[in-house]
């Protein structure tokens, strides 16, 4: 007879598979442990640069912050001037007048169809 402390090879290869399952589920829940580092530490990556910007915008003074947020006026002004003098902008600007003024002609050339065929139904019916 077989001592009680040996195992069958049925149940070896269940202890087995059930080895390489847990071994599979191990290794998916380090890779997304990884995972989840690496986008922590994008985040603080990004955290730093916007805590940067942010930085800019503690003012020790009113005065300090009045000029900063006047040089950022003025540079909004800047961009806006050199969207008006975009010459694309102006051409397009022009096709839209021009578009505009075609819908208002045809409006108008409807209109006239309208009242001579009126005119014309008018007169064929009181004849």
């Known amino acids: 007879m077989g001592n009680n402390d040996e195992i069958t090879l049925s149940e070896a290869k269940r202890v ?3 080895l390489k399952a847990s071994i599979l589920k191990l290794d998916a829940l380090n890779q997304n442990v990884v995972l989840t580092l690496t986008q922590m530490q ?4 990004k955290l730093k640069n916007y805590t ?5 915008f503690e003012y020790k003074s009113e005065d300090e912050m009045t000029t900063n947020y006047g040089a950022y006026l003025a540079f909004l002004g800047k961009r806006i001037d050199e969207l008006i003098k975009n010459s694309n902008l ?13 819908v208002n002609l045809s409006v108008v050339k409807v209109a006239l169809i309208v009242a001579v065929l009126t005119t014309g139904i008018n007169i064929l ?3």
Request: hydrophobic share 45%; net charge negative; no cysteine.
């Open 16 to 18: 087995t598979a059930e």
């Open 42 to 45: 994008d985040l603080d990556s």
């Open 52 to 56: 940067s910007v942010l930085e800019k």
């Open 90 to 102: 102006k051409n397009i600007e022009k096709i839209v007048i021009k578009a505009d003024y075609i």
């Open 125 to 127: 019916i009181l004849k």
